[in-house]
């Protein structure tokens, strides 16, 4: 297995460009595609994710063309993909899986969805249930409540809200809100039980009015389209840096000096922004400008006991914080990381233990209380997780070297981290 071998460092000072936003990136190009009109959309995502999405489009006949780094013109097909019959591979792209899905369903065709094996373990059936009740029809290939996934022509009928669980994924209500101005009736979802991720959804709800659909909701309970929306393009989009990726920078500052990032700000739509708060509560000390967030050194890291459901994948760099913490750090209401690309809780808990840590793993919660010392020279799984390899360098902070398996994992969302991590602790 390819390994990174991280040597102990005792700083972090630079400045760095985040690269964009995954969950903008990927919703940006389905609604460019779905949209009447050519839409440029600049600062796009380099990554697996995105690579998904876009090979996606182009075999359903969507007109892409690269025409600057990070800059891709879509020629909207106006909620009519030209290609009705596709077979689509999309690795472990839930930000390409879940929104496809349902889009799909509603758009007159035969599909057929698949990814790598853990997409095949990851629960799509909520979201099934959902377009199922919206008169859609999808079988599944293998496992019930799984993917693969067969896609067949629908029968939209709206005249019933649809039900939708809430604390499984909000990807889930996201493909749903997305996909359902393709079937032109009248639309009401009723959210079951606490929608967990709201920011996500914010985002998804922000990137819709600005292709000219608005959502109406009822706080996070119901949400209402009217009929014959249409998405129109708003001909140029720029795509946020990634909130969540900015996490282990801003960490890097707290813990060894200070570190700048540029890319995002305090008016981000991105709810992971507010993990910039959380390094406050831990000490750390924020400044933020128009287009960037600057992170300097905590005079002493303090331990927290903090509600993370707003933001869940930054959540996993606080884990790494608690190392550094005096005294034990809980992170509660993190029950999705167990449906990401691997079951994070139990991940995170079990590479903690091996720097010494003393961890208790609940079902919705993690505890954390740092060892005396941190054991040097551990190896450390991924799991095929990109934030599991990103969330672990930050241990060599402590002084210690740490060894990352399997490195070319950080290629789903951001394939230069390492070399930029080792330019703000190297320097």
Same mark, same amino acid.
């Given at each position: 297995?390819?390994?990174?071998?991280?040597?102990?460092?005792?700083?972090?000072?630079?400045? /760095?460009?985040?690269? !964009?936003?995954? %969950?903008?990136?990927?919703? +940006?190009? &389905? #609604?460019? =595609? *779905?949209?009447?009109?050519?839409?440029?959309?600049?600062?796009?995502?380099?990554?697996?994710?995105?690579?998904?999405?876009?090979?996606?489009?182009?075999?359903?006949?969507?007109?892409?063309?690269?025409?600057?780094?990070?800059?891709?013109?879509?020629?909207?097909?106006?909620?009519?993909?030209?290609?009705?019959?596709?077979?689509?591979?999309?690795?472990?792209?839930?930000?390409?899986?879940?929104?496809?899905?349902?889009?799909?369903?509603?758009?007159?065709?035969?599909?057929?969805?698949?990814?790598?094996?853990?997409?095949?373990?990851?629960?799509?059936?909520?979201?099934?249930?959902?377009?199922?009740?919206?008169?859609?029809?999808?079988?599944?290939?293998?496992?019930?409540?799984?993917?693969?996934?067969?896609?067949?022509?629908?029968?939209?009928?709206?005249?019933?809200? /649809?039900?939708?669980? !809430?604390?499984? %994924?909000?990807?889930?209500? +996201?493909? &749903? #809100?997305? =996909? *359902?101005?393709?079937?032109?009736?009248?639309?009401?979802?009723?959210?079951?039980?606490?929608?967990?991720?709201?920011?996500?959804?914010?985002?998804?709800?922000?990137?819709?009015?600005?292709?000219?659909?608005?959502?109406?909701?009822?706080?996070?309970?119901?949400?209402?389209?009217?009929?014959?929306?249409?998405?129109?393009?708003?001909?140029?989009?720029?795509?946020?840096?990634?909130?969540?990726?900015?996490?282990?920078?801003?960490?890097?500052?707290?813990?060894?000096?200070?570190?700048?990032?540029?890319?995002?700000?305090?008016?981000?739509?991105?709810?992971?922004?507010?993990?910039?708060?959380?390094?406050?509560?831990?000490?750390?000390?924020?400044?933020?400008?128009?287009?960037?967030?600057?992170?300097?050194?905590?005079?002493?890291?303090?331990?927290?006991?903090?509600?993370?459901?707003?933001?869940?994948?930054?959540?996993?760099?606080?884990?790494?914080?608690? #190392?550094? =913490?005096?005294?034990?750090?809980?992170?509660?209401?993190?029950?999705?990381?167990?449906?990401?690309?691997?079951?994070?809780?139990?991940?995170?808990?079990?590479?903690?233990?091996?720097?010494?840590?003393?961890?208790?793993?609940?079902?919705?919660?993690?505890?954390?209380?740092?060892?005396?010392?941190?054991?040097?020279?551990?190896?450390?799984?991924?799991?095929?997780?990109?934030?599991?390899?990103?969330?672990?360098?930050?241990?060599?902070?402590?002084?210690?070297?740490?060894?990352?398996?399997?490195?070319?994992?950080?290629?789903?969302?951001?394939?230069?981290?390492?070399?930029?991590?080792?330019?703000?602790?190297?320097?």
């Amino acid at each position: 297995m390819e390994q990174i071998n991280l040597p102990p460092a005792s700083q972090a000072h630079g400045r /760095i460009t985040l690269p !964009g936003s995954k %969950s903008i990136s990927n919703r +940006t190009l &389905l #609604l460019a =595609a *779905l949209a009447t009109g050519t839409t440029e959309i600049r600062d796009l995502l380099a990554s697996d994710d995105t690579s998904r999405m876009l090979e996606a489009l182009e075999k359903l006949g969507v007109q892409l063309t690269q025409f600057a780094e990070s800059a891709w013109r879509v020629t909207g097909c106006a909620a009519n993909f030209p290609n009705k019959n596709a077979d689509l591979l999309l690795g472990n792209a839930g930000t390409a899986f879940r929104p496809l899905t349902a889009a799909l369903a509603f758009s007159n065709g035969h599909y057929q969805l698949s990814g790598v094996a853990r997409m095949h373990e990851r629960p799509i059936a909520d979201l099934v249930n959902a377009l199922v009740q919206a008169g859609a029809h999808i079988d599944y290939l293998a496992n019930i409540g799984f993917p693969p996934l067969k896609i067949s022509p629908a029968k939209p009928d709206l005249s019933k809200p /649809i039900q939708i669980r !809430g604390d499984v %994924s909000s990807q889930f209500l +996201t493909a &749903l #809100l997305m =996909a *359902l101005p393709l079937t032109n009736q009248h639309a009401r979802i009723e959210v079951i039980g606490e929608l967990i991720s709201k920011p996500y959804i914010e985002i998804t709800l922000n990137l819709m009015a600005k292709f000219g659909v608005v959502v109406q909701r009822d706080g996070w309970q119901s949400f209402s389209i009217v009929a014959n929306s249409q998405y129109i393009s708003p001909h140029e989009m720029f795509v946020e840096g990634d909130a969540s990726s900015a996490s282990y920078f801003l960490a890097a500052g707290v813990i060894g000096g200070e570190v700048c990032v540029d890319g995002i700000g305090q008016q981000s739509i991105q709810g992971d922004v507010r993990f910039a708060d959380a390094l406050a509560l831990m000490g750390g000390r924020i400044e933020y400008g128009q287009n960037n967030i600057t992170a300097h050194k905590a005079a002493k890291i303090k331990a927290i006991d903090l509600d993370c459901n707003h933001m869940p994948d930054a959540a996993m760099t606080l884990a790494i914080m608690a #190392l550094f =913490a005096d005294g034990t750090t809980t992170l509660k209401n993190i029950a999705s990381w167990r449906v990401k690309e691997t079951d994070r809780l139990t991940a995170m808990a079990a590479e903690l233990r091996k720097l010494g840590a003393l961890v208790v793993e609940g079902a919705d919660f993690i505890q954390i209380t740092p060892p005396a010392t941190l054991i040097a020279n551990a190896v450390i799984d991924t799991y095929d997780d990109h934030r599991m390899a990103m969330c672990f360098s930050l241990v060599s902070l402590g002084g210690v070297p740490i060894t990352i398996n399997d490195p070319k994992c950080v290629n789903k969302t951001f394939p230069d981290y390492f070399l930029e991590f080792q330019k703000i602790t190297q320097a």
